[in-house]
């Protein structure tokens, strides 16, 4: 089994900055074994969720178009952990954040909420003006 957990967040003033991080845990008891892609997504109360960005082991990394230009994710193979650099938060940046895994490879598979096999319980960034 696998298990995330999620770090960071909290609060900060619009134009400024978060990072939020996720570490892996355990595996899918793949024979062979292999790294898994990790991705972010987020969700506002009332809304569905949407992925932000996503890495895989390999390197590729995915951002959405809302956020590409302000936020960078990065992945530390070493230490199985996935973090996401926040830059110029905006107000509507304010959501839920939680990380995921994929029981894939490919970054691709980590940006999209129905191939994700496990969820982190969130962490909640709060941008206010």
């Known amino acids: 089994a696998v298990q995330l957990a999620e770090s960071g967040g909290g609060s900060a003033e619009a134009g400024g900055s978060l990072t939020i991080s996720c570490s892996l845990s355990?595996?899918?008891?793949?024979?062979?074994?292999?790294?898994?892609?990790l991705g972010w997504f987020r969700q506002e109360t009332g809304k569905q969720r949407e992925h932000v960005a996503a890495a895989d082991a390999d390197g590729n990394v995915m951002i959405a178009d809302s956020v590409k230009d302000r936020f960078t994710v990065f992945r530390e193979n070493t230490k199985n952990t996935v973090s996401l650099q926040m830059n110029s938060l905006k107000l509507e940046d304010s959501a839920m954040y939680y990380c995921?895994?994929?029981?894939?490879?490919?970054?691709?598979?980590?940006?999209?909420?129905?191939?994700?096999?496990?969820w982190g319980r969130g962490i909640q960034v709060i941008v206010s003006s």
């Open positions: 355990g595996d899918f008891g793949a024979d062979p074994p292999f790294d898994p892609c």
């Open positions: 995921a895994v994929a029981k894939r490879s490919w970054v691709g598979y980590c940006r999209d909420v129905d191939s994700i096999d496990s």
